[in-house]
């Protein structure tokens, strides 16, 4: 695709979402597998389905919705997204990304990406959260690649601190005084549509990832480029292949996923009010 034709996807999906509310937003959130009800803590809430925002898809897995929620929370205007795109729904990376960047032209600047992953250290336990400190993007096809978007970044942004330390430190802040132990960890994209294999599990190990995950990755290095302060929190909802015994099934993981979220939504509540 053209950039002309790309920046005017972004521009009309931004647009039209300017046109729904009033006031540019202190964050957007990405909601991951099972984190939807974030959303119903927002007060005031604006819906905005995304079959009627221009450019977007619709997300086509079980527990993901596809809305836009606009409203505040503790004050603070917030833009959720309940459900995202993944790369294996089929859809290319412009598209997985797409959001992001129309959140970075809509004036926001810091997102919050959640997602739900395996976690691959002794320490991580399904209900676990875990603040992204890095990840691993070796098996994730760039989101960068092609003609540079230069409105947006640089042609090599670097990657030395995509995961902003500040939104870090203040997360771990509010995980101790709302007494939910988080955890810190490397998160590693995997491209899916499957779960890893317990080999898969021993290489990625030996690469240094403490969760993995079909997601995020691709986000993070699109609002890294664009300059955005980025928060990243993994819900581990599994052991990742091999460690535990068990077999892998979604229904489990947006079940975990549901059993924790009282946390994940306490915890992100808490980061907004103190952004
Ligand atoms: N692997 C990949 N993606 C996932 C996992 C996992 O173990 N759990 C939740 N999403």
């Not at 691993?136 to 096809?141: A, E, H, N, Y």
């Amino acid at each position: 695709m053209k950039n002309k034709d790309y920046i005017n996807m972004i521009d009309s999906a931004c647009d039209y979402i300017r046109s729904r509310t009033d006031k540019i937003p202190q964050v957007s959130i990405i909601l991951g597998s099972g984190l939807g009800p974030l959303a119903d803590e927002i007060e005031n809430p604006v819906v905005i389905d995304y079959a009627d925002i221009p450019y977007f898809p619709v997300s086509t897995v079980a527990g993901h919705a596809g809305k836009l929620v606009y409203g505040s929370i503790s004050g603070k205007y917030v833009l959720a997204m309940k459900g995202r795109f993944h790369y294996y729904e089929g859809n290319d990376m412009s598209t997985v990304t797409l959001p992001v960047r129309v959140f970075k032209k809509m004036g926001i600047e810091n997102i919050i990406i959640t997602n739900a992953a395996g976690g691959l250290g002794d320490s991580l336990n399904p209900g676990d959260i875990m603040i992204i400190k890095d990840h691993i993007s070796l098996f994730c096809p760039s989101p960068l690649r092609g003609e540079n978007l230069d409105e947006f970044g640089p042609r090599f942004p670097d990657m030395t601190n995509v995961y902003s330390q500040k939104l870090s430190e203040l997360a771990a802040e509010c995980g101790k005084r709302l007494d939910i132990p988080l955890k810190s960890g490397v998160y590693s994209f995997f491209p899916g549509p499957r779960y890893e294999s317990p080999a898969d599990i021993r290489a990625l190990k030996i690469l240094g990832a403490d969760a993995t995950g079909m997601s995020t990755v691709p986000e993070a290095i699109v609002a890294r480029h664009c300059g955005m302060n980025i928060l990243g929190l993994s819900l581990i909802t599994n052991k990742a292949a091999g460690l535990s015994g068990n077999a892998l099934a979604h229904d489990e993981v947006v079940a975990i996923a549901k059993l924790a979220e009282k946390n994940m939504v306490s915890l992100v509540k808490d980061i907004v009010k103190d952004l």
